[in-house]
């Protein structure tokens, strides 16, 4: 079982950044990490993934050039920078871990563990 918490969360005028964390309960260097989204009345949406090793990203095309995915297995933390941030971008953020391979086509549904979510509120 992992557990997984994340922060960083808050609020932010439109074109700042915020960064958010999260930790695992478990050696996190067997999990792919990502992140997704959920605002009000949409589905939970892919946001970011990162393999094992770190070494593969991948974004969704709406967050590409201003979300960076990393991680750090030794300390067992997941990070994403969020850069030139948008209205749109107002949501709550989820960290996702899966020992299998999580890309822009993987489906909410089909991950296995999940954080408790934080949300992120971008005004205009």
């Known amino acids: 079982q992992v557990q997984l918490v994340e922060s960083g969360g808050g609020w932010v005028q439109a074109g700042g950044s915020l960064r958010l964390s999260c930790a695992a309960s478990v050696a996190f260097y067997r999990y792919t990490m990502a992140w997704f989204r959920q605002s009000p009345g949409k589905e939970r949406e892919f946001v970011a993934a990162l393999t094992f090793s770190g070494t593969a990203t991948n974004y969704a095309d709406f967050v590409k050039g201003r979300f960076t995915i990393s991680r750090d297995n030794a300390k067992n933390m997941g990070n994403l920078q969020m850069n030139s941030l948008k209205p749109e971008d107002t949501a709550v953020y989820y960290c996702?871990?899966?020992?299998?391979?999580?890309?822009?086509?993987?489906?909410?549904?089909?991950?296995?563990?999940w954080g408790q979510g934080t949300q992120v509120t971008v005004s205009s």
């Open positions: 996702a871990a899966d020992s299998r391979l999580i890309s822009p086509r993987t489906r909410a549904r089909d991950v296995d563990y």
